[in-house]
């Protein structure tokens, strides 16, 4: 039936697939296995061995670290596999943290979490690269969202200007994984590690008594989302890999929604002049995300109208009108969301595209949720419009699906 | 070739990374040779570390200080100069912005409040952390406030070792023992 040649070729394609597989597991194994080794060593030093002299804790601390480091020379000057440098640049990177735990404790160094976390990611970020490690490069991120965290939203919050300098080392790595592994798990996992991280630390950029602004910097930082989820790199990807896209919109959204109620507007026009740092940080945001949609325009990846890829350009006029006329603002926003709820139906209908259709009739639905909250509108008006709006749902939906079945049958 | 280059710069990360804690080391050692020992009173509280684990937190007697300068800010960094009472004891005689000459003592701390009308800020010593094995931080508090309770005064204070500026604690006491021995000596 099948030349030998055939054969052959079809034989070792299995294998190959089948060598492949193991191998994956054992790097996941080996990772989990290191990472849970070094965290067990944070946790067995941090119960404060008080027998111990001093030397003999000196020496405790720097055990892991120089076992982690042998074990990562050893693998890249005998250029070990991948789960090797994996697995040995995770425990040494918990090792340097062990270290510097352990030697706080001996002196009682006060020093707060955050500069200790800042410390430990700062030696450990070479890792990333010297042994291409991209579980280090996962631990890198979460730490300096942890540092972000610590830093930035404990009270008396400073400006975690650090966390810039982390994204920054950590820009190469990601950069090199677009380029050359577009379609891996690794990648999709960076495409919702970076923006998740982001999302969690631009409030800590905003400065206290400036809160109202945080919700114009997060519009803008969601548009900068939503704009690169849209260009053909990320958007002919499956959607569940477009972290982008999925924060920008449901990110937008959901603070959009906030603004439609009075007392945001109310609350703003209260509010003193925004400090210089507020203004900085937003104009270069919005500069970025402009330079992305003018960008795509130029390369014509933009087809047809999508009222979400401008809603950072449109809330910057509402914004600006909100400084002179609270109600006129209060009512131009809900007018915005309630289009963007329509506009996204559309999408929905024409695409034949339920989750988009829902999606747009989820907006409506919260937009009207949310003004039963603000309005004096009799209960009887309020049941109407709910019962309007769930029959909505019905109704579309069922539209939909007979005009798919249609297309199906007339095929 | 490109290994060799790789292997060498992480040796050269490698060693920062030795540095760093090495350095963390050193200094304390100096201090703790070098420094002068001056006792802080103090009150122990006990809270936690995800890394570190458990410590106790020290509230010292000396919170306060009379200033004349009008522009301190919260979250501020001040020098407060020190002397030694006769009984060892430290006690802050000032605060200012500008680094006190070589033969005076001194920590630097955050101001923690400013209070124009009684001309006051606040501070936080930078030493204020204790790190004990987790299964006595919550004996020592007990057992401070047991001491607190008898009749010496001034029972509990911290052993601090300062030079040029930097602090290290080394022991906590309550009534001249040294608050781990005190937590073993509650259990026996």
Aim: aromatic share 14%.
């Amino acid at each position: 039936m099948i030349s030998q040649d055939v054969a052959d070729s079809i034989q070792s394609y299995y294998k190959s697939k089948n060598e492949g597989k193991p191998n994956r597991l054992f790097l996941i194994f080996g990772v989990l296995g290191s990472a849970l080794v070094g965290l067990g060593i944070i946790l067995i030093l941090a119960h404060n061995w008080d027998d111990f002299s001093r030397t003999t804790k000196t020496i405790w601390a720097f055990l892991p670290l120089v076992i982690g480091q042998l074990f990562t020379g050893f693998s890249i000057l005998r250029n070990k596999s991948k789960t090797w440098k994996e697995a040995s640049g995770v425990f040494l990177f918990f090792s340097v943290g062990a270290s510097m735990t352990l030697i706080s404790q001996i002196y009682n160094i006060p020093g707060n979490l955050s500069s200790f976390l800042l410390t430990w990611i700062l030696l450990c970020a070479p890792l990333i690269y010297l042994l291409k490690s991209r579980a280090v490069a996962i631990l890198h991120v979460v730490f300096a969202t942890y540092y972000v965290f610590e830093y930035g939203y404990s009270v008396g919050s400073h400006t975690p200007w650090y966390y810039l300098l982390c994204l920054a080392l950590i820009a190469p790595f990601y950069i090199q994984l677009l380029r050359q592994q577009e379609r891996s798990n690794i990648t999709s996992i960076f495409n919702w590690l970076i923006p998740l991280s982001i999302t969690i630390s631009l409030g800590a950029f905003v400065r206290p008594g400036d809160g109202d602004y945080g919700f114009f910097m997060y519009i803008i930082l969601f548009g900068i989302f939503y704009n690169l989820g849209k260009m053909p790199y990320f958007q002919d990807q499956k959607l569940r890999r477009n972290g982008y896209l999925i924060i920008g919109s449901l990110g937008t959204m959901i603070t959009l929604l906030i603004t439609t109620f009075k007392w945001f507007w109310e609350e703003m026009a209260k509010s003193a002049v925004a400090d210089t740092q507020t203004i900085m940080i937003s104009s270069t945001l919005f500069i970025i995300a402009l330079a992305i949609l003018v960008y795509s325009y130029s390369k014509k990846w933009v087809k047809g109208f999508n009222l979400f890829q401008f809603v950072f350009i449109i809330f910057s006029l509402l914004f600006v009108i909100g400084m002179v006329d609270v109600t006129l603002s209060t009512i131009l926003t809900n007018v915005f969301v309630l289009a963007l709820g329509l506009t996204t139906m559309k999408i929905g209908v024409d695409q034949f595209h339920f989750g988009i259709l829902n999606y747009g009739l989820l907006i409506v639905t919260a937009l009207v949720v949310c003004r039963f909250f603000d309005t004096n509108i009799t209960f009887v008006i309020r049941g109407l419009l709910f019962v309007i709006v769930g029959a909505g749902f019905f109704l579309t939906n069922y539209i939909m699906l007979k005009k798919q079945k249609s297309k199906i049958s007339n095929k | 070739m490109k290994t060799l280059y790789v292997f060498l710069i992480f040796v050269a990360v490698a060693i920062v990374q030795l540095f760093v804690p090495a350095q963390m080391i050193f200094n304390r050692e100096t201090v703790l040779k070098e420094g002068t020992v001056y006792k802080f009173k103090t009150r122990p509280v006990d809270p936690n570390d995800p890394f570190r684990g458990k410590y106790i937190n020290l509230q010292y007697d000396i919170n306060t200080l009379k200033t004349d300068d009008t522009l301190w800010q919260r979250k501020e960094e001040g020098y407060v100069y020190l002397i030694k009472d006769a009984d060892g004891f430290a006690e802050a005689t000032s605060i200012s912005r500008e680094k006190p000459d070589l033969n005076e003592d001194y920590v630097i701390a955050e101001i923690s409040w400013y209070n124009k009308n009684t001309k006051e800020v606040g501070i936080n010593l930078p030493f204020n952390r204790y790190y004990m094995e987790e299964s006595k931080a919550d004996a020592a508090e007990e057992a401070y406030r047991d001491a607190q309770r008898d009749s010496l005064p001034d029972n509990t204070y911290a052993l601090v070792h300062i030079k040029n500026g930097r602090a290290v604690l080394a022991d906590v006491l309550i009534d001249n023992i040294s608050i781990k021995d005190h937590v073993k000596n509650d259990r026996n």
